[in-house]
């Protein structure tokens, strides 16, 4: 079965850091894309950053460029998401999701969303 397993939010102050993880199983790490997203309360869901196993590339949003990073390891199936500089307004439930071939992601289908982890940033 697939599983994308995110982990890692929690309460941080303003300016800190957290990191992000999510780790796949049940496909072909190496041939997909895996992507964060994250959705606050009221707002839509916003594609933060993407990284491509299959062909390198990645991208990451004008949001959060400068202050979050986004890795892969190969050798545990898993995807970082390194959050620094945190602001209030990145408070948000953060999803990672995969499909395969190269970044952006698309439209993941449903078997390939995470369940989220959330992210609070105090002010």
């Known amino acids: 079965d697939v599983q994308l397993q995110a982990s890692g939010g929690g309460l941080v102050q303003a300016g800190g850091s957290l990191r992000l993880s999510c780790a796949a199983s049940?496909?072909?790490?190496?041939?997909?894309?895996i992507g964060w997203f994250r959705q606050a309360p009221g707002k839509e869901r916003e594609g933060i950053s993407c990284?491509?196993?299959?062909?390198?590339?990645?991208n990451v949003a004008d949001s959060v460029k400068g202050r979050f990073t986004i890795s892969s390891d190969y050798r545990k199936n898993t995807v970082y998401l390194q959050m620094n500089s945190l602001k209030p307004e990145d408070t948000a439930v953060y999803y990672c999701?995969?499909?395969?071939?190269?970044?952006?992601?698309?439209?993941?289908?449903?078997?390939?969303w995470g369940q989220g982890t959330l992210v609070t940033v105090s002010s």
């Open positions: 049940g496909f072909t790490f190496d041939d997909y894309a």
């Open positions: 990284i491509s196993n299959r062909d390198g590339s990645r």
């Open positions: 999701a995969a499909e395969w071939g190269a970044c952006p992601l698309i439209r993941p289908s449903r078997d390939y």
